[in-house]
């Protein structure tokens, strides 16, 4: 997708009621779709950090919608931590920050809307999982999410992107994608082609069981990668779940589901060698149990039967949107170099791969557990 200049981020910055002028302001993260920054403010009693976010305009064509659903979820998890008594719920939460005017957003000259929350100090990130303990800590701190949102109506909540996970429209997608071969690249790409089409096996399962209400609909991340919690850099406690934007009414598969595709692999999520991208099945024991314990009296027994199947399910459709963004020519998710969302293609159908081979050790782990 083509890079969007510089922004004045001192300009965006005055927009918001913040206690000081911007003193520095830098990229920040490793988003694939939105532009995130955090910057500096010199306050009265020193520096104060913030992180300023630009929503994707071709990704979310109803910017308000974002909007809208991250305010819903902050506020109800405000409510949830005050109620508990909670004294660091501000730490256990994003916190966004309104303009000058009272809005939760602000649309600059381009016509681009931003958000800004205040920056969480003390928390670090993980692009890869480096151990059990992380995995653990990090899967508890997404199924707290699930847990602290379970009574949030998921008919309150927008669809942001319609059928994100729906697998069907994904494989339609594709075929599409493959059909018009804008940029002459279906023939390089004939075996990821082959492998989704003998994978559609999963999505009409998934499908079945979502129409016939075996699944319960909730409001679910949706985008459950290692990145979207911070950790407490001291102590590494999963803290803060972060990136609402695809928050959005749901199944509790899809949560899983990312979480094994993005924490599991012994290579990152790019790596130019699919070889590489096999499954931990320590870290997936771990982040198993980390996220099954908030949820004991949450989820159902057929949410609990099927983890797997919401793994195999999302790990194919990443996989083939990346494929498909690379037949369009990749216009969706930012890209570094030629071939990158190839190479993150093969990457995730070697992983589901890998998955699929040791499906039965994994079950056996799932039902293990408590
Ligand atoms: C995108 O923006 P980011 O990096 O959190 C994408 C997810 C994919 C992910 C793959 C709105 O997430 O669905 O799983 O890349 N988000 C959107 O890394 O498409
Ligand atoms: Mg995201």
């Not at 929350?117 to 059990?132: K, L, P």
């Not at 004939?190 to 559609?200: I, K, N, S, T, Y």
């Not at 149990?289 to 039967?305: F, I, Q, S």
């Amino acid at each position: 997708m083509g890079v969007k200049s510089a922004p004045d981020l001192a300009a965006v910055a005055a927009a918001y009621a913040l206690p000081g002028v911007l003193v520095a302001g830098e990229p920040y993260g490793t988003g694939h779709i939105n532009d995130t920054y955090r910057i500096t403010v010199a306050g009265p009693a020193g520096p104060v950090r913030f992180i300023l976010r630009r929503i994707n305009r071709l990704v979310f064509p109803e910017p308000e919608l974002v909007v809208a659903n991250t305010i819903q979820v902050c506020r109800h998890l405000e409510a949830v931590y005050r109620r508990r008594g909670e004294t660091d719920g501000d730490r256990r939460r994003q916190v966004p920050v309104a303009t000058r005017d009272g809005a939760w957003r602000h649309v600059d000259s381009a016509g681009d809307w931003w958000c800004a929350f205040r920056f969480q100090e003390g928390t670090v990130g993980r692009d890869e999982i480096g151990s059990e303990q992380e995995a653990w800590q990090a899967a508890r701190a997404f199924g707290r999410f699930l847990r602290d949102t379970a009574d949030l109506p998921p008919e309150r909540m927008a669809e942001t992107i319609p059928g994100f996970h729906d697998g069907r429209r994904r494989l339609a997608d594709l075929e599409a994608a493959a059909a018009a071969d804008a940029c002459g690249r279906a023939p390089g790409a004939a075996a990821e082609l082959a492998f989704v089409r003998d994978h559609r096996p999963i999505v009409a399962d998934v499908v079945r069981l979502l129409v016939s209400g075996a699944l319960p609909r909730r409001v679910t991340h949706n985008d459950t990668k290692c990145n979207n919690v911070l950790l407490d850099a001291a102590t590494g406690e999963g803290l803060c779940v972060i990136d609402l934007d695809t928050v959005m009414p749901g199944s509790a598969l899809f949560d899983f589901g990312d979480m094994v595709r993005s924490f599991v692999s012994a290579a990152p999520e790019d790596d130019p060698d699919p070889e590489r991208a096999r499954l931990r099945p320590g870290i997936f024991a771990a982040l198993a149990a980390g996220w099954l314990e908030p949820l004991a009296d949450v989820l159902t027994a057929a949410e609990r039967e099927h983890l797997l199947l919401g793994a195999r399910l999302i790990i194919l459709l990443i996989g083939t949107r990346f494929l498909t963004d690379h037949l369009r020519g990749d216009v969706y998710f930012k890209t570094r170099r030629p071939g990158h969302n190839l190479d993150r293609c093969r990457n995730q159908f070697q992983l589901l791969a890998d998955l699929e081979a040791r499906q039965a050790d994994l079950q056996r782990i799932l039902r293990a557990l408590p």
